[in-house]
C-alpha cells in the first residue's frame, strides 16, 4: 500500500534549501553576474553598427541617441580591402582547420602509446610550455629564428639545399606567411589542445584494450577499434567549435606577425577591426564588421551542427 504525504494533496514538500545549497547558488550567480556585465551589457554596442558614430567623441550617446543607418554596411560590402581580408581570413583558418585540426588528436593517441608514465609526463611538460608564453613573446621568437642573415634556420635551411649564403632566404617575406604560421601555431598549442583528448583516452574502460589483446589486436586495430570511437564525440564537438570560428583570429598572433610589406597576407579581420576601430576611428565600421563577422560565426556552428547530426548523429546540440 503507497502512503501519501497529506500536506499539499498528497504531493511530497518541497525541499528546504540548505547552506550548501544557498552556497552553490551563490556561485553560479557571480558566473551569471560576470557573464551579464561583461559579455551581455556590452552587446548593446552592436546598436552602433546602425548609427553614424566614425570619428565621434560621445559614443554613448551616438549608439542610443544618433540616427539609424544601413551605410555602414554600404560600405563594408563595398570595400576591396574587407573582401580582401575576409577571403584571407577564410584561407589561412581553413589551412589551420585542416593541418592543425587534426594534430593534437594524434599526438594524444602517439602520446597513450608510450608506456613510461615520467617520459610521458615529460612530453606533455615540453609541449605544453608554449601555450604559456604570449604571442607577442612567441612570435617575437618565430620572427628571430626565421630571419634571413641572423637566424638559426637559414643555416638548416642551407644542410638540405634549399637556401645559401650569397642567397639566403627570407621567411619574412609575405609568400612564406602561410607555412609559417601554421607551423608556429601547431608547435604552440599541440601540447595544449591533446589535454582534452588524453582525459578522453584515460576514461576508457581498460578491458576493451585487454579483451581486444586476447582476440590477437596489434596497436593500430586497438587505436581504430577502440580508442578512436570512444573519443569521437569528443572530436565532432571541437571540430564543430573550429568550424564555427573560421572567421575567428587571436589578435596578438597576426598583429605580430604583420609588416608594411606583408601586410596583404598578414591582415585578418581581428586586425582589420582593430585598425579600423581604434586607429582610423571608424568605430561604426569596426562595429559592423564585427558583427558581420559574428553573424557569420553563428551561421556555421548551426549549420556544421545541423549537418553533424544528420550525417553522424552526434552534435554540440
Known sequence: ????????????????????????????????????????????????????????????????????????????????????????????????????????????????????????????????????????????????????????????????????????VDLNLAQYFYPKIIIASMLKGVGWGSIIYTAAIAGIDPSLYEAAMIDGANRWQRVKSITYPMIKPTIMIFLLLNVSGLLSNSFEQFYVFERSYNRETTRVLATYIYTEGMAFRNYSYATALSLFEGLISVGLLLGSNYLSKKVTGEGIF
Open 1 to 168: 500500500m503507497v502512503v501519501k504525504s497529506k500536506s499539499l494533496g498528497g504531493r511530497s514538500p518541497k525541499p528546504r534549501w540548505n547552506i550548501r545549497d544557498i552556497q552553490l547558488a551563490c556561485m553560479a550567480g557571480l558566473g551569471v553576474a560576470f557573464l551579464a556585465v561583461f559579455a551581455y551589457l556590452p552587446m548593446s554596442g552592436i546598436l552602433l553598427a546602425f548609427k553614424n558614430g566614425d570619428k565621434q567623441l560621445d559614443l554613448l550617446y551616438a549608439t542610443f541617441y544618433g540616427e539609424w543607418t544601413l551605410k555602414n554596411f554600404e560600405a563594408l560590402f563595398g570595400n576591396e580591402v574587407f573582401w580582401q581580408v575576409f577571403w584571407n581570413t577564410v584561407k589561412i583558418n581553413i589551412w589551420m582547420l585542416l593541418i592543425n585540426f587534426p594534430t593534437p588528436i594524434i599526438f594524444a593517441l602517439l602520446l597513450n602509446e608510450v608506456r613510461s608514465l615520467r617520459l610521458k609526463k615529460g612530453i606533455q611538460t615540453v609541449c605544453n610550455f608554449p601555450q604559456f608564453i604570449s604571442w607577442v613573446i612567441y612570435g617575437g621568437i618565430v620572427l628571430a629564428l626565421t630571419e634571413a642573415n641572423t637566424g638559426v634556420v637559414n643555416p638548416v635551411l642551407e644542410l638540405l639545399g634549399l637556401s645559401s649564403p650569397e642567397n639566403p
